[in-house]
């Protein structure tokens, strides 16, 4: 199940038609019926000539007791004017709102939020549905390292697909990479590239959706096939490693980190070295989710 029909759901949707995946079904459900009904209509025009098939169709969430994953992508954008905590506020009570009907037709499965602030999404909904933390994820900073990755692979002129690298945190401003572990093939980055450009690498990376939103008003390509990357791995139990956004058991909040991920969820989050300023900079982050979580709940 596709929890909202906007950009990134109705990205996500498509995303799946174009690749051969384990998704034997789409239900898409959003607030605007019509609206669901309208990209449902939309995407079965595709099946015919896509890669697999899928039966796609609306429902309320008292389908989703027969799925294997709900995806989340509903929630309010930030209005001229409104700060983030007013935001964070909003899609608080429009996850609360997801969750409830959700878990009460009996669901069984993996929540997956995409809708941000994703961290602090992901927990709630983890203290909202009281399922356990490992079938609760996030988006987390999965795109955030494609793009990390990319962006190294037309430096170094090296397939990104080689490059070992990941954004870390906050899928947001205080988000980082971990250069102290970035390579390819064992080849560390850090000998590779000097620090400025490092630097300018790791600053370009958190401020492309800035730009991208500037350009175009929202991302929505990126982030859904990188979502279908996390689905293949719940569904097919692969086992690969992502940085999504899971409990930080050290912390008791949500994050990016790389993470084991299989057909349970979260199988094992990795317990990855970081350089004493890695270690500052990531606490940092996590004192602002912290924060954050505590404006909400005290709200």
């Not at 409830?100 to 809708?115: C, E, K, Y």
């Not at 409990?247 to 350089?275: Q, W």
């Amino acid at each position: 199940m596709i929890v909202g029909t906007g950009n990134v759901g109705a990205s996500i949707a498509f995303a799946i038609l174009n690749q051969r995946t384990a998704v034997k079904e789409i239900i898409l459900t959003d607030i605007n019926t019509a609206d669901a009904e309208g990209e449902v209509m939309d995407l079965n025009d595709a099946l015919a000539v896509a890669p697999g098939f899928v039966k796609i169709s609306t429902g309320d969430y008292g389908k989703a007791r027969d799925c294997d994953i709900c995806i989340i992508t509903a929630g309010a954008n930030q209005k001229p004017g409104e700060t983030r905590t007013d935001l964070v506020q909003k899609n608080a009570k429009i996850i609360q709102s997801i969750v409830g009907p959700v878990m009460a037709s009996g669901f069984d499965g993996i929540f997956l939020v995409v809708s941000n602030p994703v961290d602090t999404l992901s927990f709630l909904t983890w203290n909202y549905s009281r399922l356990p933390s490992e079938r609760v994820i996030g988006s987390g900073t999965v795109l955030d390292s494609a793009r990390l990755r990319l962006k190294l692979s037309e430096k170094l002129g090296v397939n990104p697909k080689s490059i070992h690298a990941y954004q870390v945190g906050e899928h947001g401003d205080s988000e980082l990479t971990l250069w102290s572990t970035a390579n390819i093939g064992g080849e560390r980055l850090e000998t590779l590239l000097p620090a400025h450009e490092r630097d300018n690498i790791e600053s370009f990376v958190k401020n492309k959706a800035y730009e991208i939103i500037e350009k175009k008003g929202a991302t929505h390509y990126g982030v859904a096939v990188c979502v279908v990357q996390i689905i293949n791995c719940i569904l097919n139990d692969e086992r690969r490693v992502l940085p999504v956004s899971s409990l930080d058991d050290n912390s008791g909040v949500y994050n990016g980190f790389p993470a084991v991920i299989g057909r349970a969820g979260v199988i094992r989050r990795l317990e990855t070295k970081m350089s004493e300023q890695e270690s500052i900079k990531f606490q940092q982050s996590v004192n602002i989710l912290r924060n954050t979580i505590k404006e909400v709940q005290d709200a």
